[in-house]
């Protein structure tokens, strides 16, 4: 269902018009409390539930959300293709409507939609502007100490790895400025998860836009189940030493620094 035409367009003052973009597999216990709470948190932004046919019913829950809400838009996808196809998805149907600003945000409530004003004051002055877990002023709420220890040290081997200054690279509370998309190579992308997240931190760092950091509040989920898991993890680890690698390779023989910036 997509039923932005005819709307009238109301901007995020600074930033123009913004999409949140929220994928969704399984999320029935969390789809209507968090479109509600981005609705609250930011009135004059549209929301697409991009769902991978999820069998709980989620994309039917995320239909009548936008049956009675013009704000509201579902994007609904064949099936679970994981985390990275479904915002680079989003991505597109955002282009293609001429928005200028996209939201990155998670179902499960683990990113407060109530951090979403500050994200989008920061877009004002930003080409994108990353949700971060792990600059002064953030908070992190009921999480394990070995979530807490693979965050950590996971960001720190992405910093360290790639020469990017991003202290939460894998953070995927984030928003893009339209510009920001035009000038990250999208189609090249073909990671997922924390990976995803990674890869177009890099790959913006690489356009030399401007990154910015805001804390915001991280919560683990209270209702439905962690998609994380080992393959992830592993994932995002051999592709962050691929690239690193890669770079220091490309830097060494004196590429660009449009095409090989480390750090």
Request: hydrophobic fraction near 45%; charge should be neutral; charged fraction near 25%.
């Amino acid at each position: 269902m997509d039923v932005a035409a005819g709307r009238p367009t109301v901007d995020q003052p600074g930033v123009g018009r913004v999409l949140v973009v929220i994928p969704t597999y399984n999320e029935a216990d969390n789809v209507e409390r968090i479109v509600t709470r981005v609705r609250a948190a930011a009135p004059a932004v549209d929301v697409l539930v991009a769902d991978d046919n999820s069998p709980d019913g989620t994309g039917g829950l995320a239909d009548a959300l936008a049956g009675g809400d013009p704000r509201v838009n579902v994007l609904h996808r064949a099936g679970k293709e994981g985390l990275g196809a479904a915002y680079l998805a989003g991505f597109a149907w955002a282009r293609e409507r001429g928005y200028d600003a996209v939201v990155e945000m998670d179902a499960d409530g683990s990113h407060a939609p109530e951090d979403l004003p500050a994200l989008l004051d920061a877009a004002r002055d930003a080409d994108v502007v990353i949700g971060s877990r792990w600059t002064r002023g953030a908070r992190v709420l009921n999480w394990p100490w070995r979530r807490l220890l693979l965050s950590r040290v996971g960001n720190l081997y992405a910093r360290v790895a790639l020469g990017m200054p991003v202290s939460d690279a894998t953070g995927g509370f984030r928003v893009y400025r339209a510009s920001a998309l035009d000038a990250i190579d999208l189609g090249s992308v073909r990671s997922q998860g924390y990976a995803f997240q990674v890869e177009l931190s890099r790959l913006a760092h690489r356009a030399g836009v401007r990154i910015v950091e805001v804390p915001i509040t991280f919560a683990e989920r209270e209702h439905g189940d962690s998609k994380m898991s080992p393959l992830i993890v592993a994932e995002a680890l051999w592709r962050v030493t691929r690239w690193g690698v890669g770079d220091r390779r490309a830097a060494l023989r004196g590429r660009p620094r449009a095409l090989a910036r480390w750090p």
